[in-house]
């Protein structure tokens, strides 16, 4: 299968300031990259996602860029504000005709007021 | 939050008792899935299928068992060869076909088995 490092653990930011998030998969096969946002208590929601024919995809204040030849992807949040305050997975597809996902271990982003 | 459902929220059993997890869905998805969390351990796959009758094991299938008799439904048993069973169990169901698709998940059980 997939192995997904994801770093860092853990983010403290100031309200305003950028929050990077980045991954790094081990299949060059993988061709699906998704970002899931868990706040306390709730279950995982998708935020973005890219595939593997795209380099980067913007929606609004999040954006994920891809590197395909370093194998690796990361999440940007600018102007942070309090209620991006959640737990972040990455997660990469088994090669690129399955549909399971392996997820990296999460990071905490604390957005500081 | 429709769509997906898991009962119930919070699961309390002794040690030595099997017990099921449900997950149903409305979504006419295909295919199904159930993770594992554990804090600092992100999520980890343990059976997932694509069609109804037909499941295959993920990451970490040993002391679960699951069966897929519906295609709204997809219940999950956690045996007692499960040596830590205690953690947050996630449901999930996407569509299927030529593309991947999103995964949309359950509000989750959390199971605690002392």
């Known amino acids: 299968g997939e192995n997904v490092e994801q770093h860092p653990s853990t983010l403290s930011v100031q309200e305003g300031d950028s929050a990077v998030i980045k991954c790094t998969y081990s299949?060059?096969?993988?061709?699906?990259f998704p970002w899931y946002k868990q706040e306390l208590g709730k279950r995982p929601q998708l935020i973005i996602d890219?595939?593997?024919n795209v380099g980067e995809k913007k929606d609004q204040r999040i954006a994920v860029t891809l590197n395909k030849t370093a194998k690796h992807f990361s999440l940007h949040i600018t102007e942070t504000q309090p209620e991006d305050s959640a737990v972040y997975f990455c997660a990469a597809r088994w090669g690129a005709g399955s549909y399971q996902l392996t997820f990296g271990k999460g990071t905490k982003l604390s957005v500081i007021p | 939050d429709g769509g997906i459902t898991q009962s119930p929220k919070y699961l309390f059993r002794k040690e030595g008792q099997n017990v099921t997890l449900s997950c149903e869905q409305n979504?006419?998805?295909?295919?199904m899935y159930w993770y594992r969390q554990d804090p600092g351990q992100g999520l980890r796959l343990i059976y997932y299928?694509?069609?109804?009758?037909?499941?295959q094991k993920g990451d970490i299938a040993e002391g679960y068992s699951v069966s897929r008799e519906k295609k709204e439904s997809f219940p999950l048993t956690v045996t007692s060869a499960q040596k830590n069973p205690t953690a947050f169990y996630l449901c999930?169901?996407?569509?299927?076909?030529?593309?991947?698709?999103?995964?949309?998940f359950g509000p989750g059980t959390r199971l605690t088995v002392t």
């Open positions: 299949d060059s096969a993988s061709n699906y």
């Open positions: 999930a169901s996407s569509s299927y076909g030529t593309e991947v698709y999103e995964q949309y």
């Open positions: 979504l006419n998805h295909d295919a």
């Open positions: 890219i595939r593997s």
């Open positions: 299928s694509q069609i109804v009758n037909d499941f």
